[in-house]
């Protein structure tokens, strides 16, 4: 959940990122049209921020250097982000080719990057190697495309049936139905196959939850990972270098002040000073009956940065129709695709046309919706303080999962991002799209 101190520092700093991300408009009578940006929204990233939120997991979680977070650079891949996170030593998980070379862009250095990733080809591997990456095979089949064997090599294995809170996730789904991981009972012969192949080193990962914030469900990975990490070592003489309990970790994007949403069991903020001590204990008593500890990894991304900024969109109609709705001038399937393909919830803050937040209003029930072809809503029927037109929607918690997911369905390009840096000045670390930036990969006709 975005901080009060974090919401306070953005607010003074969104007139002018609306400014500084405004570089063109469409008009027949200025200009080429193709160089024009559609989106009038922007995203506002606190790198101070990023850094506390960096450190505080640091401190909670790894007080002894034995580890690290691994973050997803699928959840925000832009350069600025991930390399203020390298800056504060996190290291990164990729699933592409591209995301290696992003997190190469920003330093990430060989033994550095974790190559996770689902219907791989042998190019896409090799790539990964060539590059210094450790492979995190999702399948044992993936061991016979392997042209080269690699000293190291993890599994990433399907933990759900194992579980004693169910074995499934609202997200990701019930273990029978997920496309990843080895299960767990064929995890053995997996490892087998690669130690005969000539493996040296061996690592364990798995991915169970996404956006879970109960401290005990992530608890409960950490000792199934390490429960294996014995299986293995008894069955195979292997002994694991690192095991990595994926991300997942969640924030609750619900505000707690917000009289208008009923929050539940599941909403809590997630505990990481608990986590921490509990994963702390699990491990070291680990290695004081077992002689030997894995080093620990997180691959989290969202627990990281989506709190540490926000999405800005201006208002121009209210329509009165079977519903209210209030409609922006921004694309939510372009820069918020999850708040409508997914029952994903983001606080909302109502700003005036000087992008203040509103006080006295009445609270009438209605929806927020963008120019997207798809009956798709960024906030649908929720009581807000009464939106006019010039006003300002306020997304909180946008930096993951929000812009890296959108589309460009109906030609609709993206907003800019500005970056709050920490010597309190703004940065433009992506530019807006524009109309040739979405159609330049046509051919000409002639």
């Known amino acids: 959940m975005l901080d009060e101190k974090t919401r306070k520092s953005l607010l003074p700093w969104i007139p002018n990122a609306l400014k500084l991300g405004r570089t063109s408009s469409l008009d027949p009578n200025v200009g080429n049209p193709w160089e024009c940006q559609l989106s009038k929204g922007v995203h506002l990233i606190s790198q101070q921020s990023l850094i506390d939120r960096a450190t505080l997991m640091k401190h909670h979680i790894w007080p002894n250097g034995r580890g690290t977070n691994l973050f997803a650079v699928k959840g925000q891949p832009n350069h600025f982000v991930l390399k203020t996170l390298h800056d504060q030593g996190f290291c990164f998980d990729c699933s592409s080719p591209t995301e290696i070379l992003d997190a190469m862009t920003v330093g990430a250095k060989p033994g550095e990057i974790m190559y996770t990733a689902n219907a791989t080809p042998w190019e896409h591997l090799k790539f990964a190697l060539a590059h210094g990456a450790k492979l995190n095979l999702d399948d044992v089949c993936y061991l016979d495309i392997l042209e080269t064997v690699p000293e ?12 004693k809170d169910g074995g499934q996730n609202k ?3 019930k273990a029978g139905k997920q496309k990843y991981g080895v ?10 196959k690669a130690k005969t192949m000539g493996v040296k080193y061996f690592g364990l990962h798995t991915m169970f939850a996404s956006n879970n914030r ?3 469900t992530h608890v409960m990975t950490v000792q199934i990972l390490l429960e294996i990490a014995l299986q293995l070592k008894s069955e195979l003489g292997i002994q694991l270098q690192f095991i990595n309990a994926g991300g997942g970790i969640g924030v609750d994007y619900k505000h707690p002040d917000d009289p208008t949403v009923k929050l539940t069991e599941d909403d809590q903020p997630f505990d990481l000073q608990r986590y921490g001590r509990e994963v702390n204990i699990l ?3 680990f290695e004081q009956t077992n002689r030997w500890r894995p080093d620990f990894y997180l691959e989290c991304a969202r627990y990281v940065a989506a709190p540490t ?5 201006p208002i121009i109609a209210v329509t009165q129709k079977y519903r209210r709705f209030a409609c922006m001038a921004a694309c939510d399937g372009a820069d918020l695709l999850r708040a409508g393909i997914y029952p994903a919830h983001h606080h909302v803050i109502i700003l005036d046309k000087d992008c203040r937040p509103v006080e006295g209003r009445k609270i009438i029930r209605q929806s927020i919706v963008g120019p997207l072809c798809e009956n798709i809503h960024a906030v649908s029927q929720r009581y807000l303080p009464e939106i006019h037109i010039g006003d300002h929607i306020m997304f909180c918690d946008s930096v993951c999962h929000g812009i890296e997911m959108g589309m460009n369905y109906n030609g609709w390009t993206k907003s800019p991002q500005i970056m709050h840096m920490a010597d309190d000045s703004l940065k433009v670390i ?3 799209q524009t109309i040739k930036d979405i159609r330049s990969l046509q051919m000409p006709l002639n």
């Open 152 to 163: 190291t090599i993890s599994f990433r294995v399907n933990i759900a049936k194992m579980r």
């Open 171 to 173: 997200i990701i789904g």
């Open 183 to 192: 299960p767990y009972e064929k995890l053995v012969a997996a490892y087998r």
């Open 214 to 216: 109960n401290w005990k």
């Open 283 to 285: 491990l070291n008593e």
């Open 309 to 313: 900024g926000v999405w800005v969109a």
């Open 430 to 432: 992506a530019r807006a």
